[in-house]
Nanobody, 117 residues
Framework: QVQLVESGGGLVQAGGSLRLSCAAS????????MGWYRQAPGKEREFVTS????????IYSDSVKGRFTISRDNAKNTVYLQMNSLKPEDTAMYYC??????????WGQGTQVTVSS
């Protein structure tokens, strides 16, 4: 089992910034990817960004490219999402996700981000 705990959400005005954190614990030795997804009210969950833990490509959705940055602290098994130039359409519940060899996926409980206009 893997536990993912997100934090850092909140209310911010348009144009502002927030930094989300996701701390992973438990069975992390076979984790190969981590990322962020989001789900706005009445919409499906959508991909935001992810990277391969062992190195390699980082990808972003077109809607956040140039504004959001994913980073990590290997020693802490923690992933961060720096969100700049926030827009009202970024309002959503943000979920941390981990992918593991063997096909397992884990999700955090989510952290709410609300951007006011």
């Amino acid at each position: 089992q893997v536990q993912l705990v997100e934090s850092g959400g909140g209310l911010v005005q348009a144009g502002g910034s927030l930094r989300l954190s996701c701390a992973a614990s438990g069975r992390t030795f076979d984790m190969y990817r981590m990322g962020w997804y989001r789900q706005a009210p009445g919409k499906e969950r959508e991909f935001v960004t992810s990277f391969n833990w062992g190195g390699g490509s980082t990808i972003y959705s077109d809607s956040v490219k140039g504004r959001f940055t994913i980073s990590r602290d290997n020693a802490k098994n923690t992933v961060y999402l720096q969100m700049n130039s926030l827009k009202p359409e970024d309002t959503a519940m943000y979920y941390c996700n981990s992918g593991h060899y063997g096909g397992l996926n884990y999700w955090g409980q989510g952290t709410q981000v609300t951007v006011s206009s």
